[in-house]
Structures are given as structure tokens and as C-alpha cells.
């Protein structure tokens, strides 16, 4: 039972003195996206006496200092999904990618697999009860607070209060720095007229009642601005960002129809700007739930209508989907993809979608290929495959021979590169 901690500002110390219990050769979780604790992970940075400490996270954002080849031998990153601050590390061979489902990171954690020996996170400051709250990232925190053996915090004045399994009592908090600035924020991307024709093809996809599950970016951001004239749209979902706030504002977003978190949003982070921030703080209408649980294929499919918007790197044209790399080189991870695949797959008049421009680098590479590109990892397999779309149109995979996917994808591709698509079907027969 937690009590009220009246002067919990005065037990703050400074960031190197919180740090200051890491030892080398031990396991810690790093808090990551918006709630990434940027003062604490600087401090640690500057440890020179520590050497072998493996620092688990999924996308950070801000600096990351631990990363510099001068720090090569005192910390190695794991990452979990890996954002772009880490790319050129992890392709350089000085940090580690981990392929894991969103779903089962926290599992790593509580099941003992990873054991940690820190956790470093970032929380809002205690209310009258004497809890803190994971504010915007429960995700994998949650687990990594509950098993770590230290919990050291950067309690900041800006975080929200998020409702929802993100409460951490004061007490299980070891050391803490005292901070009052900004998250870091992911402004919403520019809509171009490729992606607004994406969107638009997305858009007609979703039915009144849906359930959404949406991504961060341009696409799934032009998607909600188009559904202002849905009803009873439901949310659930591994994260959210500031077009979900505007479509709850028009009355879209009621929830209504969901029949697991009924009523309410459901999410496990958010990204985007104060808008985003202020939205969910000491929201009720907004549940932040760990990623096995929002991610988990059995609960996503008992809503109606789960319409799971996700992107892609790369299409084959048997429906092999490539999302978290370039070849050999990682640009992003398994993440929850595959999770809202098969759950949407599996609810009540689901729609698995996969949105995608269908070139890249100003027109002259396809995205749409004969082959994957060697050593391309299948985050979503054709077994999996529902709908595809681009800006020239929307196919559906599902149930459809190998012979009859070419076809429908290459209708699909950018005119310019038909010619050696069909060319490349016709060669495999």
C-alpha cells in the first residue's frame, strides 16, 4: 500500500548520482519513444567505470550517446526494434538487433530469459496516493519495472498521468533526478500527393464500427483525416499519435461497438506532439495496457471490424511482406505487425491492411519486386497477406493462388515497372 510523499522533490539528486549504482556486466531496460529519460541515459554515458553493460530498449529517441565507438566495450545496445538513431550503429556491428514480436518482448523480462539488473525510466511525479504513472510508454516497461532490481527514475513534471496498468509505486523507485521539460516529440510528417492517394484507397476500406489499429506516419495519419465522417469507430492499438486526436474530436471515435475495453481507447505508448500529451493526461477515456496485452492475437480479434493499418518496405509478388528491412541492413523490427495481422484476420469482418508507395527513391526502385531483396526479413508471410494497396490501387491476397497475386499486385505497381514484373512472373510460370 502506498502512501503520500509530501517532500518526494526533496529526495531528488543529481543524474550522475543516480546512475551511480550500475555495475558492469549487468542488464538494464531503457525506456524508449516519447518517455526516453534522456538526463539519465546521458549520465550513464559518462560512467567510465563500468564495462559490459547491455542496455535492452525498444526505439529511443533523442541522443544516444552510449552508441559512439569510443563507448565500444563499456556499453552494447540490444535493440528491440530499432529506430532511426540506431540504424547506422546496429548495421556497423556495434549494437545488436533483436527479431521479436512486440507481443512477446515483455515476456523476455518476466519469463527470465533477460534478467535485469536495472530499469531506467521516466515517470510523472506521485499523486496524493503515492504512485507515479509510466505516462506515455508502457509498452515493455511495465514488465521491466515489475522484474528489474533497481529502478532508477527521471520523475518529470511534464510527463501525463496515463490511467490504465501504468501505476508504479514511489517507494519501488531506488534513486530519481527531479526534471521539468519537454518530451520528445514526433510532429506529424507532410502529406504528399502520393500518400494522399494512398490514403484514400485506405480510407475506403474502413467501415463504420471499425476498430482501428494505426501506425505512426504520413499514411496512417492521411487515413484518420479522411474518417471524419465515420461512427462508432474503436480504438485499439499499439500506439497513437495527433490524428487520433483530432478524429475523437469530430465524434468519430465513440468506442461504442468494441466489446473488449469497451468505452475506451486502448493503447501501450503514444507519439506525437503536446496535443498527443495533454490528450492522454489523467484521460479515462484513454487505457494504456503492457504490449502483451494490446498486441496479444487472441484479444485484438474479440473486437468487430479490426481494421489494422501497417506499412512495408518491400512486397514479392507471392505476398511476402518485408517491413523492417533493406536486405541485410535493419531499419526498423518486427514490431506488432504480424500481431494486428492475425488478429484482425481472425475478428468479426476484419481488414489486414498493408499500405505502401509503390516506388522508391523518386520512382526508380519498385517496392513491389519479383524477389525480395537477399537477406530481407518476412515480417508478415503470405500465408498472412490480406490486403495490399498503393496509390494505384487496393487488392485483396487472401485465398488467392501465386499465379493470381502477381497479377492483381503488378495492376497495383507503379506503371513504370510492370514491364519486368510481368516479365518476371511470366519466367517463373
Known sequence: MSMPVPDWRNRAVDADTAVAPMR??????????????????????????????????????????????????????????????????????????????????????????????????????????GFCSLGTSVDTARAAV??????????????????????????RIDRFVHTDR????????????????????????????????MGIGAIPDAVLSRLGDRQDLGVHSEMFSDRL????????????????????????????????????????????????????PIAIQQNPGVTAINSALEVDLSGQICADSLGHRIVSGIGGQLDFMRGAARSPDGVPIIALPSTAKQGTISRIVPALTPGAGVVTSRGHVHWIVTEYGAVNLHGISLRERAERLIAIAHPDHRGELRQAAAHRR
Request: net charge negative; glycine share 6%.
Open 245 to 296: 486526436v483530432d478524429l475523437v474530436a469530430t465524434g468519430a471515435v465513440t468506442n461504442r461497438r468494441k466489446r473488449l475495453f469497451s468505452n475506451r481507447i486502448v493503447t501501450s505508448f503514444v507519439a506525437g506532439t503536446r496535443r498527443t500529451f495533454d490528450f492522454v493526461d489523467d484521460n479515462p477515456l484513454v487505457e494504456f495496457h503492457p504490449c502483451d496485452r494490446t498486441n496479444d
Open 146 to 171: 515489475d522484474h528489474a532490481r533497481l529502478v532508477i527514475a527521471e520523475i518529470n513534471e511534464r510527463m501525463p498521468r496515463t490511467h490504465g496498468n501504468t501505476l508504479v509505486p514511489f517507494a
Open 182 to 213: 519537454p518530451l520528445h516529440d514526433t510532429p506529424p510528417e507532410p502529406e504528399t500527393p502520393e500518400v494522399a492517394r494512398i490514403a484514400e484507397q485506405v480510407a475506403m476500406l474502413v467501415r463504420d464500427g471499425a476498430t482501428l489499429q
Open 24 to 129: 558492469s556486466a549487468t542488464n538494464v531496460f531503457v525506456q524508449g519513444a516519447a518517455a526516453t529519460p534522456t538526463p539519465l541515459i546521458e549520465a550513464l554515458a559518462r560512467r567510465t567505470d563500468v564495462e559490459g553493460v547491455r542496455l535492452y530498449h525498444l526505439h529511443l529517441q533523442g541522443p544516444v550517446p552510449f552508441i559512439e565507438p569510443a563507448l565500444a566495450g563499456r556499453f552494447r545496445c540490444v535493440s528491440l526494434f530499432t529506430g532511426a538513431n540506431m540504424r547506422a550503429a546496429v548495421n556497423d556491428g556495434r549494437a545488436d538487433h533483436v527479431p521479436i514480436f512486440l507481443s512477446e518482448v515483455p515476456s523476455l523480462f518476466a519469463g527470465g530469459q533477460v534478467v535485469l539488473d536495472a530499469a531506467i525510466v521516466q515517470l510523472s511525479p506521485p499523486d496524493r496516493h
